[in-house]
């Protein structure tokens, strides 16, 4: 049965040759050989961006994705949101014996796809006994250059900065969770998972050192990202609920589960900080990409509470956005 | 109960931030914030290296070494032996619920001092549910600069060209062999697993591009590895199976077991092939570093035979040395 992952396919023998052989064939690109150590670059050039993500996401494939394209979008816009062009992606992949090859075909292809022009230059392959995990993690390292002036930071936003957002939040965390087995839901709700660089790089190109910080939204959503915001920049941040744009379908959806939009990833979504003179041209650049078309200023950085996140209500009274703590979604990313 | 993982500790709230806190504490360089969505070096110029490599290593803590040096070693190894000067190290962990905190720390603090002075700038902590993974997944990716005048490859090699060896080989698979628990088998073979830098670098620096080919010698063990050298440079190899070093315990072992050694993983050695004229020299520098002292060569590449690999046995006989097929050591490395 050569439709299933077998533990030879990852043994360092023939069988796993052949494997790699089979994914490197769909990744296909010049510097990926398969057959060194390592992938050599050439026109890295500058400052330097690294970053890796590992994924293991459940479902391995949800309406609007799969862990593959999540794998490379997560690690690309880890990039891009540090004004990184990126240059080249590691992949590596962990399988359970016994996952269906045609499953684990589909998601290279994904990945080669939503890769686009970046390369998957190295890459690495083991397989565990059936039981030792669940299915497939997919694991990427992305390597790029930042743009000149670029230099965003969690740590440089003061007083008068407008907070950005790229679009409504939520989606790809209420997706996933409408799509456990276990829950026994059914739901056709599409993630909003989506590579930023095309997006998110023409505003650093323009605005520079005046993107003062650029986050896409993972793991804890913008509640998360906001407090580190305020944390790190040492500043007060005010935010005002009704500009926070969460669509209908979400917000229904939330309802349901007792899920706070604010708490989960928007993998399509990026939280940015700008100088208050260039709030128009931002929010100009960033509309003007479809993927940015929902774009809009959420709140500002103020001279009050620091360290503290105020979340103005709808109803006019206003709360601290705390940091979600405890059990958060497993596995969403 | 905070001595064992929880799934809180990877959902991005603040038992995460914690954790990575704890983790980035430990891994503590001038690069590493933990903050940002990417690290960025400086001083990265020229042909940049980059590979990839997950460890699901079976068990995690094995005489001699455990699943976070071995995943240093693996990717440094896996830039040195390109002749690239190690930069940069990223890590991603997946780390099975309940898996016991202090062994985390004790993996961690196997990173920091196996890494030396390759800081790991980036990374990422995923947990997954119990029974999802086995215990702990450590991938990491290495970012390099080849040494000027470096180029191996495993298709430079021609006729005449000498086969080297580091060391003796095989103790790295024996030791984890010897160590599985279901196996009801007791030993303290140690593990060779090592950072081959001080050794091999030297040697790119003295010889450039006389060095056709290295390899650290991983799943497959040197059968593997030699049969991709044949095939990839259409040439025939001719190894003497005197020359080859296999300690007595590591050869008792493998005989115990039913294992070949020249199968197994030695993430101590590499196997290098380098221009007939600088055979002495490079003896003299491998021998010269503590890790190289039982360097020696095995064997060389001959006008015969092209993509074979000839064994001349001991007793005068010679056979095929196939790459290693079917089901072999699952987890080794």
Known sequence: MKDRIRLSDGG??????????????????????????????????????????????????????????????G????????????????????????FAKKDLMRIVTSIKETAGDTPVVTGDTKVVEHGS???IFVITAGVGVQLKGANPSASRLTEGDKLIVTGSVG????????????????SDL????????????????????????CRDVTRGGMSAILSEFAHSSDVGIEVM??????????????DALGLDPLTLACEGR???????????????????NPLGSGTCQIGEVVADHARMVHLRTIIGGARILEPPAGELLPRIC
């Open 12 to 73: 360092g023998g023939l069988d796993s040759r052949e494997l790699v052989d089979q994914i490197a064939s769909v990744l296909s690109n010049p510097v990926l050989s398969g057959l060194e150590d390592s992938a050599i670059l050439d026109g890295v050039e500058g400052r330097v961006a690294f970053t890796t993500d590992g994924f293991v996401v459940k479902p391995t494939f949800f309406p609007g994705g799969d862990i593959g394209k999540l794998a490379v979008c």
């Open 75 to 98: 690690t690309l816009n880890d990039l891009v949101v540090m004004g990184a062009r990126p240059k080249a992606l590691s992949l590596s992949l962990i399988i359970e014996e016994g």
């Open 133 to 135: 995990a669940d299915g």
């Open 171 to 186: 989606r790809h965390g209420a997706s996933i969770m409408a799509n456990r087995e276990e829950l026994g839901f059914s």
């Open 190 to 213: 599409l993630s909003d998972v989506a590579y930023q660089g095309d997006m998110i790089l023409p505003l650093f190109e323009s605005l520079g050192a005046d993107v003062k910080v």
């Open 241 to 254: 609920e009704a500009d926070i744009p969460v669509d209908p379908d979400v917000k229904g959806l939330c």
């Open 270 to 288: 990026s939280l940015i900080g700008v100088c208050p003179g260039r709030l128009d041209e931002a929010l100009e650049i960033l509309t003007g």
